[in-house]
């Protein structure tokens, strides 16, 4: 029997972390343009928003890392129906960091956390270093988030 395909991705947003600056629709609108302009149509994605010390402790014990990180993705793989499961963490306090660090606004650093972690749960990887910037998992979340950014406010 061959596993039935999804029309579209099944994708869940969590904010226990607290408040998110973006709506939880929105994102999940971005999740699912992004896994489909990856042609992931059969995938089952959540994205939950956690506190800074939530994300410590997290990076703390998958990554042995000391400290917050701005996002963590744990690709789940495929499962034996052919589904493409993944769970996706965003500390919304470091997206606001990067966001003044980086002179953007905290609603589009957000959206390219999501974007990052989704792009890692499909199989991109980059570089540690400073030339993550420039890899060409960096190029494809730039070119789909400003895509869906284009189409949600209008502009060309």
């Known amino acids: 029997m061959t596993p039935r395909s999804r029309s579209q991705p099944v994708v869940s947003v969590a904010t226990p972390g607290g408040r998110v600056p973006v ?3 929105k994102l ?9 302009a990856e042609k ?16 410590a402790v997290l990076n703390k014990q998958h990554l042995n890392h000391a400290g917050a990180t701005d996002v963590m993705t744990f690709a789940l793989g495929v ?3 052919g589904t493409m499961r993944a769970d996706i963490y965003i500390c ?7 966001a003044a660090f980086h002179g953007v606004g905290v609603r589009e ?17 980059h570089p540690d270093d400073d030339s993550r ?5 960096w190029r494809r979340q730039e070119t789909l ?6 189409a949600t406010t209008g502009a060309r």
């Open 92 to 98: 919304t306090e470091v997206a606001r960091e990067q």
């Open 79 to 81: 499962d034996p129906a």
């Open 109 to 125: 650093e957000v959206q390219r956390l999501v974007t990052h972690g989704l792009l890692h749960a499909c199989g991109y990887d």
């Open 145 to 150: 988030l400003k895509r869906f950014l284009n």
């Open 28 to 36: 999940e609108a971005l999740a699912r343009a992004v896994l489909k």
């Open 23 to 25: 709506a939880v629709s």
């Open 133 to 137: 910037t420039t890899s060409s998992m």
């Open 40 to 55: 992931m149509t059969d995938a089952v994605v959540s994205v939950t928003f956690v506190s800074t010390r939530a994300m």
